[in-house]
């Protein structure tokens, strides 16, 4: 008996003597990094308000399992009450259009009788987490006489720009008669490192999602009931299923949660051990840049540009080398380069959301502001 009570005792003193000092580095890396403040409790109960209003959250392309990772969505649900974000400005709503994008759903009826500036990029582009008079694409259709659109979806990569470029602009690009720009817009995390299996997929993958009638356009019948079976697969959706994550997801991003279960020290440890494999490649922008070169080679004016991460919410060893590649990209291929960190500093909070990495509502305008300074040239 004895034995087996010092036996005991020895194993808590081992786990405690390891745990004691890796709760001493959490405690210090909670002071030193800064915390997203996404899921205050004031936003925590305006999204449970909204999940009883019937809401959904706007669903990621980029959070299906892997085996359906080829398979990559333009946006979320179609015509669907949305709620998304909350950074600092309040919880922001808003009704995705008839591709289950961030535009008001009427811009899409006047594409083909006015010039068009089309936003593809990821969550910036997307207006994290401001609200709609905020978005890049608001201020440059406020601001000029062009129909601008939003093709922005939070968690996209370049590789799905290069499948929305592929099977949703390419046949609306073709069927246009005024002059449209597209824009291509990288943040720091679009440097990524390659998957082969992706590319085969989206080089592939040919199949428009888009239908084009006359004067109108819709979603494809097939592709709308294969993306709600996936969601609905992989997702809560009812309001049950999702006041329950919430409730989950609001309990463990409690700070002495993340503190207790030492979330930030696991991080940094996955990063480091992780760190060595990485082989971060130009290459799957350069597919996307490269997409874009052949839908625009006739029919519109190609543009890319950079976001610059802000080095207190998302210091980023790597952007300065990203950068540098993207633009020698824009070189080779002779095609327009709009540098983000002409008007955004690094160093700036005002330039960043109050309470994480995506811009401010003055950073959105300044960047909106810079593209139609480079359109007009």
């Not at 996955?270 to 082989?279: A, C, G, S, T």
């Not at 190609?302 to 210091?315: A, R």
């Amino acid at each position: 008996m004895g034995k087996c009570k010092n036996y005991f005792i020895n194993i808590f003193l081992i786990v405690f003597s390891t745990y004691i000092p890796l709760l001493t580095l959490e405690i210090f890396l909670a002071l030193k990094v800064p915390n997203f403040k996404r899921n205050s409790p004031l936003s925590y109960r305006e999204k449970l308000d909204a999940i009883k209003n019937e809401f959904k959250p706007f669903y990621l392309p980029n959070q299906f399992p892997q085996k359906d990772q080829p398979f990559l969505s333009i946006g979320s649900l179609p015509n669907s009450n949305t709620f998304y974000c909350d950074e600092g400005y309040g919880l922001i709503t808003f009704k995705t259009d008839r591709f289950g994008l961030r535009n008001k759903d009427s811009k899409w009826s006047d594409i083909l009788i006015k010039e068009n500036i089309f936003v593809l990029g990821d969550s910036f582009v997307q207006g994290q987490c401001v609200k709609e008079d905020y978005t890049i694409t608001n201020k440059i259709q406020e601001k000029s006489y062009f129909n601008t659109l939003n093709i922005g979806v939070s968690g996209s990569n370049p590789y799905h720009y290069f499948a929305n470029l592929n099977v949703f602009l390419k046949p609306i690009i073709e069927n246009l008669k005024n002059r449209s720009f597209i824009l291509l817009v990288f943040y720091d995390n679009d440097y990524i490192e390659r998957n082969f299996l992706k590319e085969a997929e989206i080089k592939k993958n040919n199949n428009y999602v888009v239908n084009i009638n006359q004067n109108s356009l819709s979603l494809k019948s097939d592709y709308k009931d294969f993306l709600l079976s996936k969601i609905k697969k992989y997702y809560p959706f009812n309001k049950d299923e999702l006041t329950i994550e919430l409730k989950e997801k609001y309990f463990k991003d409690n700070i002495y949660y993340q503190i207790l279960t030492l979330r930030k020290t696991r991080k940094k440890i996955k990063y480091l051990i992780n760190k060595p494999k990485r082989e971060l490649s130009i290459y799957p922008s350069k597919l996307a840049i490269s997409k874009l070169l052949e839908i625009c080679e006739k029919d519109c004016l190609p543009l890319i540009m950079y976001i610059p991460s802000s080095n207190f919410w998302d210091k980023n060893v790597e952007s300065g080398i990203f950068k540098r590649k993207l633009k020698n990209l824009s070189n080779i291929y002779n095609i327009s380069f709009i540098d983000g960190e002409e008007v955004i500093n690094r160093n700036n909070l005002k330039d960043y959301s109050p309470n994480s990495l995506h811009l401010s509502e003055k950073g959105y305008e300044k960047i909106a502001n810079l593209i139609l300074k480079n359109i007009k040239k």
